[in-house]
């Protein structure tokens, strides 16, 4: 596509000095039906609060099932769901970085000995962009928990068994507590920053598959049977990281309403933040057919600079 002035330098420049190219500045439908994606995420978002008293009936109704049960003597025992693999993911949230640190190897592998690339863009772009995008996500988390302070549901007088201190009445999603903090994190229950790890760590790794197909394609075009391998491959790669993604992160946002953590509404809050910003995953991806472009041309304007040298310098006869 003819490019701008202003896209032709800034391209020449990210060339030049970085080797490196995002397809969002060269392609603009580039990640056109994530930004579709986005923009239904933040309606999503919207919906939730026009409808969140609606909404508050389901969380309290969840909250009540998870914070307690009645064992056979009568005894209330509280978060009884949080137990085996539950509660380990609780506790240990980290092994979900696994999971992008598994898919970023399977990528390199497939692209430095089957594709055998030898471009350092290639290689920056999945740990650049899931910088990036980390980023992004967990400060609005962090600004979205600061400016909510909605109680926990273990800090609410209605599911709130245990502590003695730190209780408030249930407030519904979107409707901040004013009050005082009694105790530090008891207000910080919208967004769920675990459930936002999860998605943020699995959602990027299931579309560096299909990114993975493009880069692959970038360098390789083969006959229909090829293609046809290809695809189904990279179909049934995707499809097997896609189920085991989207598991792990339903997983996470049952750990945390068994743990008294989070209503339901904070872990889908969680969710729809992490999914409205995975368009920068895609518009990041390097665009290998600039940069060879803009390097061939290189190359040719260098070889009719040194042939128009050359013949400069050649004595007359």
């Known amino acids: 596509m003819p490019y701008t002035n202003m896209q032709r330098i800034i391209v020449r420049a990210c060339i030049r000095y970085l080797n490196y190219v995002p397809i969002g500045m060269t392609s603009p439908t580039a990640g056109l039906g994530f930004v579709v994606l986005s923009i239904a995420s933040f309606g999503t978002l919207i919906f939730l609060y026009v409808f969140k008293e609606k909404v508050a009936d389901l969380d309290q109704i969840l909250a009540s099932a998870f914070s307690s049960a009645i064992n056979n003597e009568g005894i209330h025992i509280p978060n009884p769901y949080n137990i085996g693999l539950i509660s380990f993911i609780n506790t240990y949230p980290l092994v979900y970085v696994l999971f992008p640190l598994g898919v970023m190897l399977l990528c390199y592998g497939i692209l430095f000995f089957v594709v055998r690339s030898r471009d350092k863009s290639v290689y920056l772009y999945f740990p650049l962009s899931f910088a990036i995008y980390v980023t992004i996500v967990q400060t609005v988390v962090i600004v979205m928990k600061v400016l909510l302070r909605r109680p926990r549901p273990r800090n609410t007088h209605e599911f709130g068994l245990l502590l003695e201190t730190c209780k408030y009445e249930f407030k519904a999603i979107f409707t901040p507590y004013l009050g005082r903090s009694q105790c530090s994190h008891?207000?910080?229950?919208?967004?769920?920053?675990?459930?936002?790890?999860?998605?943020?760590c699995i959602l990027p790794s299931i579309i560096y598959i299909t990114q993975l197909f493009e880069l692959i394609r970038a360098y390789w075009t083969p006959r229909l049977l090829g293609l046809t391998i290809l695809s189904v491959t990279m179909g049934l790669l995707l499809t097997v990281v896609a189920l085991w993604g989207i598991s792990g992160i339903i997983l996470m946002i049952i750990a945390r309403m068994s743990a008294g953590a989070h209503f339901l509404s904070d872990t889908l809050t969680a969710v729809l933040i992490a999914v409205a910003f995975l368009f920068i995953v895609v518009v990041t991806r390097p665009d290998i057919h600039a940069v060879q472009m803009y390097q061939n041309k290189s190359n040719e304007d260098?070889?009719?600079?040194?042939?128009?040298?050359?013949r400069d310098d050649t004595p007359l006869q």
């Open 186 to 200: 008891s207000l910080s229950s919208t967004p769920s920053g675990h459930t936002a790890a999860a998605a943020y």
């Open 302 to 310: 260098a070889e009719n600079q040194e042939r128009t040298t050359k």
